[in-house]
Each structure stands twice: as structure tokens, then as C-alpha cells.
């Protein structure tokens, strides 16, 4: 069945520091998301990319949508200590109304 | 609007007794989605509902979970008997505003003794 990676699990990073999370999917996607779980909380939906090749910037978080659309990446610019969470993408599961397939996560922690 | 609600927000029982989990998902909408979460194993779908029907419950990992939505503003997920490999977050979402994606409640944190 489908399936969707993400790498790195964790990322240990210092304050100021960049940041990124790699997703792939099995199958080509007709849109990607990216969630934020703030730790203790629940996912929170960040964006959506549609289009191959889409690059979509919220302030300091730049999101790429692969040509192939089987490929996404979250990219933090100066990372904060407001940044800590796990990310999490996720593409619609094939033939499903709704139903999403997330990856793993990757969990960012910042020192300050 | 008050977003996804679910209740409780924590549940500490023993083993073995039952445990009902409770969601009121955003108006409007007609599918609704249970999550588990645990550190070994991620983020889970048990089961989604749309239209108030059970679409795909493939997730749902034995006999002794079962869930309902009797109607569009109600769904719960039940646990009988639970055992202490069950404790975990669980989660409900609704669909989000743009086709897809999904609202996720707070959560219902469950520690099974």
C-alpha cells in the first residue's frame, strides 16, 4: 500500500540554526500537507501544495512540492524555540474521501 | 465555532474496564477520523466515518475497540475491556476548510493500569 517517509526522525538543532524535514511518498500524490504538533498538543494543519515543482514560503518556513510529486521538503530559516515540534506530512490515501497517509514525523528540538 | 471537541481530555482506568472516548467534530461536515498515537508506533488512523458510516476500519486493532457516529455532531470510540498496551493519545479530526486536509480535537489522553 501506499506509504510516506519522512527522514530525520529527530533533529537536534541550535537556536539560529536551519532546519529541514524530507518526505517521500511511494505514489504520486495529488497534494502533500504539513502538519506542526507542538509537544503536548495536536496536529495543526500548516499548508497545503498542489501544483509539481510548488514552492510556498510563511515567513521563516519555505515548503517544495517535487516535480514528480512523490517528494516534499520543509526548509526553517533561523530556527526558533517557537519551532519545536514535530512536523509531519501527508498525502491523500488513493481512492479514500478524506483520509490522509502521515509520515512518522520529524521531531525538531532547539537549544537556546 | 469551537473547532473539534473531545472528551475526556484524560482517562486513567485499570485494566479491564471499559473506556469510552467522545468526539464532537466541526459542523458541517459528514466524515469524521480516529487517530491513536503512541511514541513506537506514530500516528495511527483506527477508523473514518463519512456520512455518518464506517468507511474504512482496517486500523482498528482488535475485537475490543469498536466506534459510532450516530449522527453528524457525535462520534465515540469505545475499549472493552482495555488492556495497558491500549493507553496512548487518541485523537478525532474533521475535514479542514480546503479539500483534504483535516482539524484535528485536542486529544484524549488515555493511561490504562
Known amino acids: 500500500g501506499q506509504q510516506v517517509m519522512q527522514i530525520p526522525q529527530y533533529q537536534h538543532v541550535q537556536e539560529g540554526e536551519d532546519f529541514t524535514t524530507y518526505c517521500n511518498s511511494s505514489?504520486?500524490?495529488?497534494?502533500i500537507q504539513w502538519y506542526k504538533q507542538r509537544p503536548g498538543g495536536h496536529p495543526v494543519f500548516l499548508i497545503q501544495l498542489v501544483k509539481s515543482g510548488e514552492v510556498k514560503k510563511q515567513k521563516r518556513l519555505t515548503f517544495q512540492f517535487g516535480e514528480a510529486k512523490k517528494n516534499s521538503s520543509l526548509h526553517i530559516t533561523a530556527t526558533q524555540t517557537t519551532d519545536v515540534g514535530t512536523y509531519f506530512c501527508?498525502?491523500?490515501?488513493?481512492?479514500?474521501?478524506?483520509?490522509?497517509?502521515f509520515g512518522k514525523g520529524t521531531k525538531l528540538s532547539v537549544k537556546p | 465555532d469551537a473547532g473539534v471537541i473531545q472528551s475526556p481530555r484524560h482517562e486513567v482506568t485499570e485494566m479491564g474496564q471499559e473506556v469510552t472516548l467522545r468526539c464532537k467534530p466541526i459542523?458541517?461536515?459528514?466524515?469524521l477520523f480516529w487517530y491513536r498515537q503512541t511514541m513506537m508506533r506514530g500516528l495511527e488512523l483506527l477508523i473514518y466515518?463519512?456520512?455518518?458510516?464506517?468507511?474504512?476500519d482496517s486500523g482498528m486493532p482488535e475485537d475490543r475497540f469498536s466506534a459510532k457516529m450516530p449522527n453528524a455532531s457525535f462520534s465515540t470510540l469505545k475499549i472493552q475491556p482495555s488492556e495497558p498496551r491500549d493507553s496512548a493519545v487518541y485523537f478525532c479530526a474533521s475535514p479542514g476548510p480546503i479539500t483534504d486536509t483535516q482539524y484535528f480535537g485536542p486529544g484524549t489522553r488515555l493511561t490504562v493500569l
Open positions: 501527508a498525502g491523500p490515501s488513493p481512492g479514500s474521501q478524506g483520509n490522509l497517509i
Open positions: 505514489t504520486t500524490l495529488s497534494n
Open positions: 459542523s458541517g461536515h459528514n466524515s
Open positions: 466515518f463519512n456520512n455518518n458510516v464506517p468507511i474504512d
